[in-house]
């Protein structure tokens, strides 16, 4: 907790209507980077890739490939091939004569690798996604907070500005009143 603007961490009653012990972590993270005048932004992304295991950045290649029209080309290309080579060829030469079994098969078993390899990438997705809105949260949050101290600072100068000119008012009022008091001493025509 910062000790050069406590303000921020006592205002939270009043900003958030509960203490700060009672907020949630990432308001009372907010909050105390905002007393701190520290920023909160950082990359999160980069610290998922350091944890994340040979295993998890395989299957992120993996579907970002599966996933790209060169996989499809390719694919395209491929099962182009296997069916003009497999009905060109003579039936007893072909690998995989028409109606291609093994070709269905092959097929069968690489939607059954590639359908969990895609669901693994799509789950750290969404991990990193979840980050990322508590990260845009806190910021959110921060900015809110610096608005409301900007707001209790406005305030805080108005009034005191309002103090000022309350007391030059009152002021001019006391000269006046003094003024208008020995006007009437000064009005009398000298004695003669």
């Known amino acids: 907790m910062s000790s050069t603007h406590p303000h921020y961490l006592d205002s939270a009653t009043r900003w958030f209507g509960r203490r700060f012990a009672d907020l949630d972590h990432s308001t009372r993270r907010a909050l105390t980077h905002a007393a701190d005048r520290r920023a909160i932004a950082t990359a999160p992304g980069a610290h998922a890739e350091v944890a994340a295991s040979f295993g998890e950045r395989m299957a992120d290649r993996v579907a970002r490939f599966g996933g790209s029209w060169v996989f499809i080309g390719l694919f395209w290309l491929f099962l182009i091939g296997w069916s003009v080579l497999n009905t060109q060829l003579p039936r007893a030469l072909a690998f995989d004569p028409y109606p291609f079994i093994f ?90």
């Open 103 to 192: 070709l269905n098969l092959i097929l069968s078993m690489l939607a059954a690798l590639q359908a969990p390899v895609i669901m693994m990438s799509q789950n750290r997705q969404a991990a990193k996604d979840r980050q990322m809105a508590v990260y845009d949260y806190e910021v959110n949050v921060k900015a809110e907070i610096e608005i409301m101290a900007l707001h209790d600072k406005l305030d805080a100068l108005r009034s005191d500005h309002l103090a000022v000119l309350l007391q030059q008012q009152q002021a001019q009022i006391d000269l006046l009143t003094r003024l208008i008091a020995a006007l009437p001493a000064a009005a009398a025509p000298a004695p003669r």
